[in-house]
C-alpha cells in the first residue's frame, strides 16, 4: 500500500489545531503511531491513539525534558508550530520580532535537536513548514518573511549535513489555508464585513481560493513516505499558483 506508515513513530509539533491537527490525522489514519507536541491538548485526541506532550518549544531544557519518555527511535519528525504578525519594519517592534524569532526559528531548531539522536540510528524523515514568504514578498510580513526565510535556509543545511546519516529533510510552503486561525482574525477585525474579506483574501491565490490543511497535510504525508525516498534538501510551495502566477 502506498504512503504505508506502519510502524513509523512520528512527532508532530503544533498537532492540536489547524494545518498541524489534519497532519497528524492523516499520519496516524497511515499507520504511525504519532506524538504532538503543543502548549495545548486537543480534547478530540482522548479517543483516538494520537498522544500529547505539552511543553513549550521556545524553552530547550523543558522540551528536552518533556520529550524524554519518546521512544528510543523517531522516524518522522514535523516542525509545524508557528505564529506570525502583521506589519512592516516599522509597525514591528523589538519584542513581536523577538517572539517570532522564538517560535518560528529557535523552536524549529530545538526540535530538531531533540529529535535527531533518536534518528541517527536508522534514519529519519524531517518536514519543515517554511511559507510562501521565504520565495516572495508579502507586504507587511516582515518579521514573519524573516523566520520563515531562516527556516528555508536551516532545512537545507540540516539536509547537507545529515545525509549520510540516512535522514532526508524538507520543507513545505503554504499560501493562504483556511484555517480557524483565519476565522477569528476576521472576526476579530473584520466584524460585518467576514464574508467580504474572507473572499478577498481567498482572490489573492491565482486559482481564486484558500488551501485546506488537508492539501497541505496530503503534502506532507507523501514527503514523509518511502514513496519521497529520493527527495531532500528540497521545498515544496503548494499556493494555489501565488509564487509563479500572481500578476500574469
Request: net charge negative; charged share 25%.
Amino acid at each position: 500500500m502506498k504512503f504505508d506508515l506502519s510502524e513509523k513513530k512520528a512527532v508532530v509539533t503544533g498537532g492540536s489545531s489547524g494545518i498541524g491537527k489534519a497532519i497528524a490525522e492523516t499520519l496516524d489514519e497511515k499507520g504511525a503511531e504519532v506524538f504532538i507536541v503543543d502548549l495545548n491538548e486537543n480534547p478530540s485526541y482522548k479517543k483516538t491513539e494520537i498522544h500529547t506532550i505539552l511543553a513549550d518549544i521556545t524553552q530547550g531544557d523543558e522540551l528536552n525534558k518533556s520529550l524524554a519518555y519518546l521512544p528510543k527511535n523517531i522516524d518522522i519528525l514535523v516542525n509545524n508550530a508557528g505564529i506570525g504578525f502583521v506589519g512592516n519594519i516599522e509597525q514591528t517592534k523589538e519584542e513581536d520580532f523577538d517572539r517570532l524569532y522564538q517560535v518560528n526559528v529557535k523552536g524549529v531548531f530545538n526540535c530538531v535537536k531533540a529529535i535527531l539522536p533518536r534518528m541517527k540510528n536508522k534514519g529519519g524523515v524531517i518536514v519543515n513548514m517554511a511559507s510562501i514568504v521565504s520565495h516572495i514578498a508579502v507586504k507587511e510580513r516582515l518579521a514573519y518573511t524573516t523566520t520563515k526565510g531562516a527556516v528555508s535556509a536551516m532545512t537545507n543545511a540540516i539536509a547537507k549535513d545529515y545525509l549520510s546519516d540516512g535522514i532526508r529533510c524538507n520543507s513545505v510552503s503554504p499560501a493562504r489555508v483556511h484555517t480557524p486561525f483565519v476565522d477569528d482574525y476576521l472576526e476579530r477585525n473584520y466584524p460585518g464585513k467576514e464574508k467580504e474579506m474572507f473572499d478577498n483574501l481567498s482572490q489573492t491565490q491565482p486559482i481564486g481560493r484558500m488551501a485546506k490543511p488537508q492539501e497541505i497535510a496530503d503534502l506532507v504525508l507523501y514527503l514523509c513516505s518511502d514513496e519521497a525516498s529520493f527527495i531532500t534538501g528540497t521545498d515544496f510551495p503548494i499556493d494555489g499558483g501565488f509564487i509563479k502566477l500572481n500578476g500574469n
